[in-house]
């Protein structure tokens, strides 16, 4: 069991990802097909997704702030600049 900062930050680290992931489902989704298998599955993964986040970073310091946004936009710089083409989701 990792010592209580080291926990504390993992925890920062699944919220984070799953704010990136929700997001992410959430820009995706209206571009599937009602008829993909997938679909279903990223609805379920979001809204997962979302009651982490909401758990996780429901401080009013956190959610009043541009952080969690702050860090998107990190992460989509990032990606433009070393993306490789991936195949498309189905």
Known sequence: MPNPKREAQICHKIAALSYLIAEAL???NPEMSDKSSSKAHF???SAICE???NNLFGTPE???S?????LSN???TCIR???RVLPKLE
């Open 74 to 76: 990190k992460v989509d």
């Open 51 to 53: 009651v982490i986040v």
């Open 26 to 28: 959430d820009e995706l």
């Open 43 to 45: 609805q379920e993964t």
């Open 81 to 83: 600049k070393n993306h």
């Open 66 to 70: 541009v952080y969690l946004q702050e």
């Open 62 to 64: 956190i959610a009043s």
